[in-house]
Protein backbone atom coordinates (compact mmCIF):
# COMPACT_ATOMS: atom_id res chain seq x y z
CA UNK A 1 0.00 0.00 0.00
CA UNK A 2 3.19 2.26 0.81
CA UNK A 3 4.24 1.46 -2.24
CA UNK A 4 1.53 2.17 -4.31
CA UNK A 5 1.10 5.58 -2.43
CA UNK A 6 4.73 6.63 -3.15
CA UNK A 7 4.29 6.09 -6.93
CA UNK A 8 1.30 8.37 -7.09
CA UNK A 9 2.71 11.23 -5.10
CA UNK A 10 5.81 10.85 -7.69
CA UNK A 11 4.27 10.37 -10.61
CA UNK A 12 1.75 13.82 -9.24
CA UNK A 13 4.47 15.61 -8.69
CA UNK A 14 7.24 14.89 -12.42
CA UNK A 15 3.46 15.71 -13.77
CA UNK A 16 3.54 19.25 -11.60
CA UNK A 17 7.35 20.11 -12.18
CA UNK A 18 7.04 19.68 -16.02
CA UNK A 19 4.50 22.54 -16.11
CA UNK A 20 4.83 25.85 -14.95
CA UNK A 21 1.67 26.74 -12.54
CA UNK A 22 -0.08 29.96 -13.56
CA UNK A 23 -0.16 32.40 -10.37
CA UNK A 24 -3.44 33.49 -11.10
CA UNK A 25 -5.80 30.61 -12.24
CA UNK A 26 -3.69 27.61 -11.03
CA UNK A 27 -3.85 25.48 -13.93
CA UNK A 28 -0.52 24.06 -15.52
CA UNK A 29 0.47 25.94 -18.46
CA UNK A 30 0.74 23.64 -21.50
CA UNK A 31 3.67 24.89 -23.88
CA UNK A 32 1.68 24.63 -27.68
CA UNK A 33 2.60 25.59 -31.02
CA UNK A 34 0.82 28.65 -31.61
CA UNK A 35 1.06 29.97 -35.43
CA UNK A 36 -0.39 33.55 -36.92
CA UNK A 37 -0.21 34.86 -40.57
CA UNK A 38 2.04 38.12 -40.25
CA UNK A 39 1.71 40.56 -42.97
CA UNK A 40 4.76 41.40 -44.20
CA UNK A 41 5.64 45.14 -45.34
CA UNK A 42 5.99 43.82 -49.10
CA UNK A 43 1.82 43.06 -48.57
CA UNK A 44 2.51 39.13 -48.41
CA UNK A 45 2.09 37.11 -45.71
CA UNK A 46 4.46 35.05 -43.29
CA UNK A 47 3.81 32.89 -40.82
CA UNK A 48 4.90 33.48 -37.67
CA UNK A 49 5.49 30.72 -34.91
CA UNK A 50 5.94 31.07 -31.24
CA UNK A 51 5.40 28.73 -28.42
CA UNK A 52 2.87 29.86 -26.12
CA UNK A 53 2.15 28.86 -22.51
CA UNK A 54 -1.34 28.08 -22.27
CA UNK A 55 -3.75 28.10 -18.99
CA UNK A 56 -7.18 29.28 -18.22
CA UNK A 57 -6.20 33.05 -18.37
CA UNK A 58 -5.36 32.42 -21.90
CA UNK A 59 -6.69 29.72 -23.72
CA UNK A 60 -9.92 30.95 -25.02
CA UNK A 61 -7.60 33.73 -26.80
CA UNK A 62 -5.34 30.88 -28.06
CA UNK A 63 -7.84 28.48 -29.37
CA UNK A 64 -10.52 31.21 -30.23
ZN1 LIG B 1 -3.76 31.36 -15.76
Known amino acids: MAKKTDFAEKAKKSLQERGVKCPKCGTIKVPILSVTSV ?12 HVQVCKCNEKEIYA
Do not use: E, I, L, T
Open 39 to 50: RSAHNSYRFNRQ
